[in-house]
């Protein structure tokens, strides 16, 4: 399995933009990027995903490097409802198993 | 709301018991997928089944074991238990395609005394 590498914390401000990077060097042709967020005594949350292309929903934004190899999550106005560890995740499209595998994943902490 | 029903939401047992964990996956979803989450380790992945049949396996213990049933509810049976295994267990269930999202549970949290 791909891995992926995440800083460990991150700090934010009430109302302001964040970027979440996330570094996966060996990421294969046929992987999604898979970001999802984990509050506090909750189950993990499906945030976003994508393939090649820049992608936006209504939680955030996925900014995806052009050789694949980092991408980035963006919360376009953090709230404290955003404090969680989020985690970015590859998954295999062709192997059948598409299990998530997670890594420790970046804390993020907003700050009123 | 995720869809994913965990029962139940809290057990205690005594060490050397066996417990089973139940899971409801959304309606529709055939994988499920069962993850420990320890205070000191993160999220692993334990055991994935698709539609009945156990497709993945991680770092799931021998004393472990996990069913998917015709109805695509799923167990993960837990035996001989020991302190170590108190911890979060959490079910996830997704589509049949690997670009689909998968929704978790909201966990079972499981106190070995």
């Known amino acids: 399995d791909a891995k992926t590498t995440q800083p460990n914390s991150m700090e934010s401000n009430e109302e302001e933009p964040v970027h979440l990077p996330c570094n996966h060097s060996?990421?294969?042709?046929?992987?999604?990027i898979h970001w999802y967020r984990q509050l506090p005594s909750q189950g993990p949350e499906y945030v976003i995903h994508?393939?090649?292309s820049n992608v936006n929903n209504r939680m955030a934004s996925l900014a995806i490097a052009e050789d694949r190899k980092s991408s980035t999550l963006i919360l376009h106005r953090a709230t404290l409802r955003d404090a969680a560890v989020y985690y970015c995740?590859?998954?295999?499209?062709?192997?059948?198993?598409?299990?998530?595998?997670f890594g420790t994943g970046t804390r993020l902490k907003v700050l009123a | 709301d995720s869809g994913v029903t965990q029962t139940p939401k809290h057990l205690i047992t005594a060490t050397g018991q066996r417990v089973t964990l139940r899971c409801s996956p959304r309606?529709?979803?055939?994988?499920v997928y069962w993850y420990q989450q320890s205070l000191d380790q993160g999220l692993q992945f334990l055991i994935q089944?698709?539609?009945?049949?156990?497709?993945a396996k991680g770092n799931i213990l021998e004393r472990f074991s996990a069913q998917q049933f015709p109805d695509l509810h799923s167990e993960l049976n837990l035996s001989s238990l020991e302190l170590g295994d108190s911890a979060l267990y959490f079910c996830?269930?997704?589509?049949?395609?690997?670009?689909?999202?998968?929704?978790f549970g909201q966990g079972t949290r499981l106190t070995v005394v």
């Open positions: 994508g393939l090649t």
């Open positions: 309606s529709g979803d055939l994988s």
């Open positions: 995740i590859l998954r295999d499209e062709t192997s059948g198993t598409y299990k998530y595998i």
């Open positions: 060996t990421i294969s042709g046929t992987d999604y």
């Open positions: 996830a269930s997704s589509g049949p395609t690997g670009r689909t999202e998968a929704f």
């Open positions: 089944y698709y539609n009945g049949e156990e497709r």
